[in-house]
């Protein structure tokens, strides 16, 4: 099985672009017809927040339009930019969103994998955190199945990343999470989103990472100053290949026309 | 390609496999339904256009037909009678060309074409000869030393064509192949396309979403709406007795009439149209194309007023108001000093009328 998982799109509403710089809707126009057209489909998408700008009805409403031509199904989780309701609102079809009355916070068992979504937003806040019945609902669902091996979903990563301004709206009280994924080996990776780059961390037995963004990057500066600044970093996306011998791997693909492929052989031969 | 001496041998006409697909559908694990279990019998050598707007099983439908994705249980995929539903494409015997290229940059354009015979260990000479064959198929001749960089769009597309075909596939598959060329180039390749698929014999499968490119390459075009096959037909039957309100509305521009149904005909305020079929309610609508459209001085059954018109050139497009919900579109050669305001006399022939019950009163 393979799942895609693409983050921060950020997408706005009548062309405006994010931050007056980033045609967000054109890039998440690309990564999807270049997702289509991957040799190997994935089987399904995830979208790990900040799916829109400002969190309105009409930014959901062009998400959504954008998102169509998907082949496969897709699962949303909100990010700080997001607004439950009004994503709630756009996609009533997605029954998912709906499986937890208050937070959207949901289990997909259709798959190989299966997949665990959190929400860390703190409604008008940047930072983001997790309530104790969050973790509580956590600890029962990883419970009900602890030999199905799962990726926890959720848009602020638990770590620190070095880049002092995202540290600042990070993810409250980490460890309390730690200490329950520790409890479960099942859990293959804790996929998140946030940091608009590619970041592994070591925690609670398990691997947790952050995917690029789907539109801009935010500016590599491993300082407790680093200001609040993004770059134009090649857009890219994951695909975490579920393999029963190996284990979750992923890859990190940038969306974008790149030369090749180039053969290494020409027949039997390098090419010298 | 312009060459009416064209003495080419194709190996592939003897050679030439039918497409069967029974009972072909694709369901995602979460229960979402891609494609609708289709049914699609596809001739030797016949050239099948999938045509139809983005989501609508298309793509999915080439993929099963390449290996690249495998139907539901019970689902079968059939070439030339054999059962290759299990087989992945590498097994399949197609030849695949997409919308990017996917040519090696870093080979020249004959050894583009050579690759896979080279790993099929063809001796040199031989696959120097079938290069040269291959590049005057497409019309590069004298061109395999150039490299990839140095050629122009549609050229690229002629060396990916000549490549697929190199290794002699029982079945060619294309996938949006003109969608990143611009227009111009568009129209030159698909001509040749057309010519090249009809000479050689293979059986192809065309991917578009674009229905002029379908109308002009397919022996018939396979209409499909939300993962299922809304009609299969020659381009004439798609475009002249479409089977559905969806295909009429998705093929070529209609104009739609709504009125209420009295007596056998179907009355608004411009005038009425003979309506001959049962109307479960009193109101209907019905459809006609732009060129059925006729102005006259004499023998109107409809009148309006001009609202806006389109100078194309060949032909004038006129915007007119017949006092029906939606204005109508007329396509008329005439020469004249056309006025919005003016009161305009057309004529529909009742044989261009169109009337579906599919939901056609929306």
């Known amino acids: 099985m393979i799942l895609c998982q693409i983050s921060d799109l950020h997408i706005k509403a009548d062309g405006k672009k994010s931050y007056r710089i980033v045609d967000t809707a054109e890039s998440l126009r690309r990564c999807v017809a270049q997702v289509n057209q991957l040799r ?106 602890p030999d199905k091996p799962t990726v926890i979903v959720m848009h602020h990563p638990p770590f620190k990343t070095g880049i002092g301004h995202m540290d600042k709206i990070a993810l409250a009280q980490p460890q309390a999470l730690a200490g329950v994924v520790r409890r479960h080996p099942q859990v293959e990776r804790i996929l998140c989103g946030h940091l608009h780059r590619a970041i592994q961390v070591r925690f609670g037995g398990t691997i947790a990472s952050t995917c690029p963004g789907v539109a801009h990057q935010v500016a590599l500066d491993l300082s407790p100053q680093a200001a609040s600044q993004f770059v134009m970093e090649p857009p890219a996306f994951q695909l975490h290949l579920w393999d029963a011998e190996t284990g979750l791997i992923s890859h990190t693909a940038y969306v974008g026309e790149f030369d090749g492929p180039y053969p290494f052989y020409d027949g039997d031969d390098l090419i010298d | 390609m312009g060459n009416a001496h064209y003495t080419l041998k194709s190996p592939f006409m003897k050679n030439a496999v039918s497409i069967q697909l029974i009972q072909c559908g694709k369901t995602f694990a979460n229960g979402a339904q891609a494609l609708q279990p289709i049914e699609l019998d596809i001739r030797p050598g016949e050239t099948v256009v999938l045509l139809g707007p983005s989501g609508c099983g298309k793509t999915t439908t080439l993929r099963l037909i390449a290996g690249l994705e495998f139907p539901d249980a019970g689902g079968q995929v059939l070439f030339g009678g054999e059962d290759v539903t299990a087989l992945p494409i590498e097994k399949r015997g197609v030849g695949m060309v997409f919308q990017n290229y996917a040519l090696f940059p870093n080979m020249t354009v004959g050894e583009n074409i050579a690759y896979g015979l080279k790993i099929r260990k063809m001796p040199a000479a031989q696959r120097l000869a079938k290069i040269e064959t291959l590049l005057e198929m497409v019309h590069l001749q004298g061109l395999g030393q150039r490299r990839i960089d140095q050629l122009s769009g549609g050229q690229k597309q002629r060396v990916a064509l000549a490549r697929a075909l190199a290794v002699e596939p029982k079945v060619l598959l294309l996938d949006e192949p003109l ?28 991917v578009t979403h674009d229905q002029s490119e379908a109308m002009a390459l397919g022996d018939r075009v396979v209409v499909m709406e939300r993962g299922r096959i809304a009609q299969v037909g020659s381009p004439q039957d798609i475009y002249y007795r479409p089977a559905s309100h969806f295909v009429a509305d998705f093929i070529g521009t209609m104009n739609r009439v709504t009125g209420r149904v009295h007596d056998g005909y179907l009355r608004f ?15 209907a609508t019905l459809m006609f194309r732009p060129e059925d459209v006729e ?10 007023i001009l609202l806006s018109t389109f100078f194309l050139g060949d032909r004038t497009r006129l915007v007119v108001d017949i006092g029906a919900e939606q204005p109508v579109i007329v396509e008329t050669g005439k020469r004249a000093a056309w006025q919005a305001g003016e009161a305009i006399a057309l004529r529909i022939e009742e044989h261009a009328l169109l009337h579906f019950n599919d939901g056609a009163t929306i």
Do not use: C
């Open chain 1, 40 to 145: 190997q489909r994935p089987d399904a998408v995830v979208l790990t927040g900040d799916l829109v700008d400002f969190g309105k009805p009409e930014e959901y409403a062009f998400l959504r339009q954008l998102l169509q031509p998907l082949a496969m199904p897709y699962y949303l989780l909100p990010g700080n930019h997001d607004e439950r309701a009004a994503l709630r609102a756009a996609f009533p079809d997605h029954a998912y969103l709906r499986q937890n009355e208050d937070r959207i916070e949901y289990a997909i068992d259709d798959y190989p994998l299966r997949i665990v979504a959190l929400d860390t937003v703190i409604p008008g806040a940047s930072s983001g955190a997790l309530a104790p019945a969050s973790l509580a609902w956590l600890e029962r669902v990883l419970q009900a199945q």
């Open chain 2, 179 to 206: 969608t990143a060329l611009d227009a111009k180039l568009r129209e030159t390749l698909r001509a040749d396309l057309n010519q090249l698929l009809r000479k050689l014999g293979i059986t192809a499968i065309y």
């Open chain 2, 269 to 283: 305020a411009g005038g009425m149209l003979p309506f001959t079929a049962s109307s479960p309610a009193p109101a």
């Open chain 2, 295 to 304: 102005v006259v001085t004499d023998g109107a059954n409809v009148q309006g």
